[in-house]
């Protein structure tokens, strides 16, 4: 019999900017957004679970000090959308109910945070794709949720193509599957 499990990673989630009585509550829907970097067009991508009119919490996975290493930051805010001026942002239902503690954990058992930018440190559009088709895969989102947000992408890249370029860095996930076949003889 074949076993497969993660390597064991160190986490890179940082929650101290974490209420912890946001934790139970139920999350209204995602939204991604993207917003102009400092002295730049291009857009950094990122989710706020909205929780309500005027709260949500922010799943952000930003390089770390070495410019590549992926640090999941997930605060709460007090309000449901980035406060920025030039951004582009795209609403998703979820397929079930979920609270943010649930989502916080799902981030974390799936090791969405151990992620790498490329060496140009980009990658944040490409991590949140990636979220996306999990959340997808495992029912939390509906079916085509994921197409819909490339779809939403693909019509932002036409009217802002140095934002929103049709291609963006793809980091790598790095956390590791180790198989161990076991005899059962």
């Not at 640090?71 to 582009?88: R, V």
Request: with cysteine; glycine share 6%; net charge negative.
């Amino acid at each position: 019999m074949l076993v497969a499990d993660y390597l064991t990673q160190p986490s890179t989630t940082f929650t101290r900017l974490l209420d912890a009585a946001d934790n139970s509550n139920t999350i209204g829907t995602l939204l991604l957004t993207g917003s102009a970097l400092e002295q730049t067009d291009l857009y950094h991508w990122r989710f706020y679970a909205t929780m309500s009119t005027l709260r949500s919490v922010l799943f952000d996975m930003t390089p770390g000090s070495d410019g590549q290493t992926g640090t999941l930051m997930i605060s709460s805010k007090s309000t449901s959308a980035t406060t920025s001026s030039h951004y582009s942002s795209y609403n998703i239902s979820l397929a079930t109910e979920y609270t943010i503690g649930q989502l916080v954990d799902w981030f974390k058992k799936e090791k969405m945070d151990q992620y790498r930018f490329t060496s140009e440190g980009t990658g944040c559009r490409h991590w949140c794709v990636e979220v996306l088709k999990k959340l997808e895969d495992e029912k939390i989102l509906s079916i085509g949720s994921t197409d819909q947000f490339l779809h939403f992408l693909a019509s932002e890249s036409e009217l802002k193509p140095l934002s929103v370029p049709k291609i963006t860095g793809q980091g790598t996930f790095y956390c590791k599957w180790f198989y161990i076949n076991i005899s059962t003889s």
